[in-house]
Nanobody, 125 residues
């Protein structure tokens, strides 16, 4: 079983930056690809960014050029990051980290088999 814990969320102002972290523990060899999703109040969960096992990244059009997904992997721990720059209020949401046993990254939530509890990001105007 893979266990994911997100951190780094908070309250920021328009134009600020934040870096979210997702600590991966447990059967980390089963966490090949990773992604970030988000869910705003009253809206469905949506894809934000994904990273394949080989490091290929994909992004939602709304965040492309502003967000960057990366992963640090060592023998003892794995962390997935989401660097978010130039944040507008529309980026306010709960952000979730997810991983998949599959090697590729996709935009579909059903691809990912492990999920974190989420971290709140609030961008004030």
């Amino acid at each position: 079983q893979v266990h994911l814990v997100e951190s780094g969320g908070g309250l920021v102002q328009t134009g600020d930056s934040l870096r979210l972290s997702c600590a991966v523990s447990g059967r980390t060899f089963s966490a090949n690809s990773a992604a970030w999703f988000r869910q705003a109040p009253g809206k469905e969960r949506e894809f934000v960014a994904g990273l394949s096992n080989t490091g290929t990244a994909i992004y939602a059009d709304s965040v492309k050029a502003r967000f960057t997904i990366t992963r640090y992997r060592s023998n003892t721990n794995t962390t997935v990051y989401l660097q978010m720059n130039n944040l507008p209020p529309e980026d306010t949401a709960v952000y979730y980290c997810a991983t998949s046993q599959g090697a590729g990254a996709t935009r579909y939530a059903s691809w990912y088999d492990s999920w974190g509890q989420g971290t709140q990001v609030t961008v004030s105007s």
